[in-house]
């Protein structure tokens, strides 16, 4: 009867515990990259303290439970190529429940109440990964907030492209007029030229 009631009073310790491990490693990672079908996507330090922000706040009551989820690198990698993504970042190799990883990926969607936590080796995904519920939260906020980071950013390609395209006509349009002034110039100067030979003729 002792050992039942130990047991049952030692397995929410230990649960709350391993959930501690797992959301405490995001805090660990040097970097933080993020990608965008298949794009990594440059990212300023105050849009990755936004970035940081928004992810804790969806995290700060999440469960780590038993992850069935087996990641197959080819096919990670293929799905990497639609959608956003999170990739933290380690300087060392860590190990945690004998599942070593240098880097931890995750993709960011609407709806998401739950997220496989892919391992990350030497650039590869394979194995076996963590699950974090999220107890009620979701990441739409942090979605929302990627999803505008790059229109954004298509935007102000867009821009500067239009900027461009226009220094590149104003220059067009000043080396036509630069031409056709050099043009008036040598019509100007041909007939000085010749007026000048008819009045020493006559």
């Keep these: 009867m002792f050992r039942f009631i130990f047991l049952f009073l030692t397995l929410p310790i230990l649960f709350c515990s391993q959930s ?11 970097m933080i990259e993020f990608y965008k079908d298949g ?20 995290i700060s009551e999440a469960l780590s439970m038993p992850a069935f989820g087996v990641s197959i690198d080819s096919l990670t990698k293929e799905a990497m ?5 999170l990739k ?15 880097s931890l990926l995750i993709e960011i ?6 997220v496989n936590i892919i391992r990350g080796n030497d650039g590869t995904y394979n194995g076996r990964c963590f699950y974090l519920d999220l ?20 935007l102000e ?14 220059e067009n349009i000043n080396e036509n007029q630069n031409n056709n002034e050099n043009e ?10 010749k007026k000048s030979l008819l009045e020493k003729l006559n």
């Design 88 to 102: 933290f970042v380690y300087d060392e190799t860590i190990i945690i429940n004998e599942m070593p990883f240098d």
């Design 157 to 170: 390609i867009e821009l500067e492209s239009q900027e461009i395209e226009q220094t590149e006509i104003k």
């Design 109 to 114: 969607k609407e709806d998401c109440y739950g």
């Design 39 to 58: 794009n990594q996507i440059e990212i300023s330090s105050s849009q990755l303290d936004e970035i940081d922000s928004l992810f804790y706040e969806s």
């Design 81 to 85: 190529k639609t959608g956003l993504w």
């Design 20 to 30: 501690n491990v797992v959301l405490d490693l995001f805090s660990e990672a040097t």
């Design 184 to 193: 008036n110039e040598k019509e100007k100067s041909l007939l000085k030229s």
């Design 135 to 154: 107890n009620g939260n979701n990441f739409d906020k942090l979605y929302q907030y990627l999803v505008n980071l790059t229109e954004n950013d298509d």
